[in-house]
C-alpha cells in the first residue's frame, strides 16, 4: 500500500461516493454495500500496484464496476446495446420542467432509464468523472459514453415532460 495513502483515508474519502454508483446499480441497499465492501476487499490486497495516488478514485469506481458485471454474468448474461451515432442537436428542456423538479423525483426518473444509459449519465453528472474516466470505468470507447450520455439525457428529457403534462 502507498505510504502517503492510508486505507482508512480512502474509505473515508470514497465510500459515500462508490456506495451511491453500487445503489445506482444493484437498487438494493445490501446489495450496494456488499459490492462497496468487495470493492475495497479488492483495494486491500491489489491497491498497492497503484502507482500514481490521483488514480485511486478511477480504479476503485473500475473495480466495483467490474465487480458488478461479474455478479450479473453469473445471475444472468449480459447483452450490451450497440450505440448510435452521436445526436447533435439536442432539444432543451423546458424552464417550467427544471423548476419543477426535486432531487427525489429526478433520482426516481433516473432509475426509469435505460440501465446502458443511466450508468454512464449517474458516473458522469452525480460522481463528476470525466469521459475518459468513464470510458475506463466501463470498458467502453469515449464515443459510445458520450452517446449514452446523450441518449440518457433524452429519455429523461421524454420521462419530464410526461410527468410536467401529467401535473398540468
Known amino acids: ?38 470493492t475495497f476487499f479488492v483495494y486491500a490486497r491489489k491497491g498497492d500496484s497503484i502507482r500514481d495516488p490521483s488514480k485511486v478514485k478511477s480504479w476503485l469506481f473500475t473495480t466495483l464496476y ?3 458485471l461479474k455478479i450479473c ?13 452521436l445526436e447533435l442537436d439536442m432539444p432543451t428542456a423546458a424552464p417550467k420542467i427544471a ?29 463528476d468523472h470525466s469521459y475518459k474516466e468513464i470510458a475506463a470505468i466501463l470498458d467502453i470507447p ?3 459514453v458520450m ?3 446523450s441518449r440518457g439525457k433524452n429519455q429523461l428529457r421524454n420521462l419530464f415532460t410526461k410527468q410536467d403534462t401529467k401535473v398540468e
Open 147 to 149: 452517446s449514452r450520455i
Open 1 to 38: 500500500m502507498h505510504r502517503s495513502l492510508k486505507f482508512e483515508d480512502i474509505v473515508e474519502a470514497y465510500y459515500t461516493g462508490l456506495y451511491r454508483f453500487a445503489f445506482s446499480l444493484t437498487k438494493n441497499e445490501h446489495e450496494a454495500g456488499d459490492l462497496t465492501q468487495q
Open 66 to 68: 467490474r465487480e458488478f
Open 73 to 85: 454474468r453469473k445471475t444472468k448474461s449480459l447483452t450490451f446495446k450497440e450505440h448510435e451515432e
Open 99 to 127: 423548476s419543477q423538479l426535486d432531487a427525489a423525483s429526478t433520482v426516481d426518473l433516473l432509475n426509469e432509464i435505460d440501465e446502458t444509459y443511466r450508468d454512464p449519465i449517474i458516473l458522469f453528472y452525480l460522481q
Open 142 to 144: 469515449i464515443g459510445t
